[in-house]
């Protein structure tokens, strides 16, 4: 599953995820995610009916990952839009762009 705030956001957009209880989806393995870490995507689709992603050359779609993993926003590049009440995401965040939030996109 996607949540909400991810599945509408514009074709195109870079951001940063999370996902959660990963099970043993192949497409997430081979991506290279985990749960409870934060990664970088970028939104590969227009609407929000069956979105996907891109994540190290992975294209991964919400209905390929529906019953396997929940896989949230996080925030954007620019280091704005992160929950207030997850602020250890914000840090990894920044450690994995080499800590030095980029310039603001345009959404």
Not at 45 to 53: R, T
Not at 85 to 104: H, M, Q, S, T, Y
Request: charged letters at 25%; glycine letters at 12%.
């Amino acid at each position: 599953m996607m949540d909400a705030n991810m599945r509408h956001l514009p074709r195109g957009y870079t951001f940063f995820a999370k996902a959660y209880g990963t099970g043993g989806n192949e497409k997430l393995r081979k991506a290279g995610i985990r749960s409870d870490e934060v990664f970088i995507a970028k939104m590969l689709s227009k609407g929000h009916k069956n979105p996907a992603i891109l994540v190290n050359g992975v294209q991964i779609t919400r209905n390929e990952i529906f019953y396997d993993a929940t896989l949230i926003y996080a925030g954007s590049l620019d280091g704005t839009g992160f929950y207030n009440n997850f602020p250890e995401d914000r840090v990894a965040a920044f450690k994995l762009i080499g800590g030095e939030w980029a310039e603001k996109e345009d959404v």
